[in-house]
């Protein structure tokens, strides 16, 4: 079993920036894939970035302004969001895929006023 917390969310001004970091405990696999995600309310759930062995994938509505990382000592997935914008708030999910399974974490709330 494989366990997600997310933190580092909170309320930043437009043009801001946060740092959302996922912590993985449980049994890691590798290779996996690691994911933010995020969900506005009244919207559907969407792909933020992923990061895995073969590269780092982005939605195009926040290329060049937000980038994942991760430390895998400490089994950690890292979003930096520079340049926030008020419709970047939403709720940021952390999802772990490995040996064809899918974890979630509970969602850490971001919020960009304008």
């Known amino acids: 079993q494989v366990q997600l917390v997310e933190s580092g969310g909170g309320l930043v001004q437009a043009g801001g920036s946060l740092r959302l970091s996922c912590a993985a405990s449980?049994?890691?696999?590798?290779?996996?894939?690691m994911g933010w995600y995020r969900q506005a309310p009244g919207e559907q759930r969407e792909l933020v970035a992923s990061?895995?062995?073969?590269?780092?994938t982005y939605a195009d509505s926040v290329r060049g302004r937000f980038t994942i990382s991760r430390d895998y000592a400490k089994n950690t997935v890292y979003l930096q969001m520079n340049s926030l914008k008020p419709e970047d708030t939403a709720v940021y999910y952390c999802r772990a895929t490995m040996s064809l399974r899918d974890y979630w974490g509970q969602g850490t709330q971001v919020t960009v006023s304008s």
């Open positions: 990061i895995s062995s073969g590269g780092r």
């Open positions: 449980g049994t890691i696999f590798l290779p996996n894939v």
